[in-house]
């Protein structure tokens, strides 16, 4: 009976571990440099983009947090949006936001949090950059 119940309780934890893999492979992608991160967005096919860039959209929702922006993921998906129309809006407004050399090393997820919170409170985005105004 013991080894019955030895063997299950491996099973389902290596069953878990398993299945957890995926997951954990594309959140950790977000601590990769933003400029790998976006060539590998951009390699992958749809599904993995969407598994991407919601994964992006989450840890950088949970950093903007701790650094006292909230905001709720059905406010910035309203009416439908997709995480991977947010990369795509995040994408094009990079280049304008955040200057070309902080890009190299930086973690998408810290890119990606900036960007959140350029996008909602522009104001506290440029208080965290040590700027008073729109510069």
């Known amino acids: ?48 983009q969407h598994e991407m860039a919601d994964a992006l959209v989450r840890q950088s929702m949970r950093l903007a947090a701790n650094m006292g922006v909230q905001v709720s993921l059905d406010d910035l998906l309203a009416n439908g949006r997709e995480p991977t129309e947010l990369i795509v809006t995040w994408r094009d407004q990079l280049p304008s936001v955040i200057p070309a050399s902080s890009l190299p ?27 008073s105004s729109v510069g």
């Open 1 to 48: 009976m013991e080894l019955t119940v030895t063997v299950t309780a491996i099973t389902l934890l290596a069953a878990a571990y398993l299945l957890s893999q995926p997951l954990r492979g594309i959140t950790a992608r977000c601590n990769r440099p933003m400029e790998e991160w976006l060539s590998s967005y951009q390699a992958c096919g749809p599904v993995e």
């Open 105 to 131: 090393g930086t973690p998408a997820s810290t890119i990606g949090t900036l960007l959140l919170i350029h996008q909602l409170q522009p104001s506290r985005f440029y208080q965290l950059l040590g700027q």
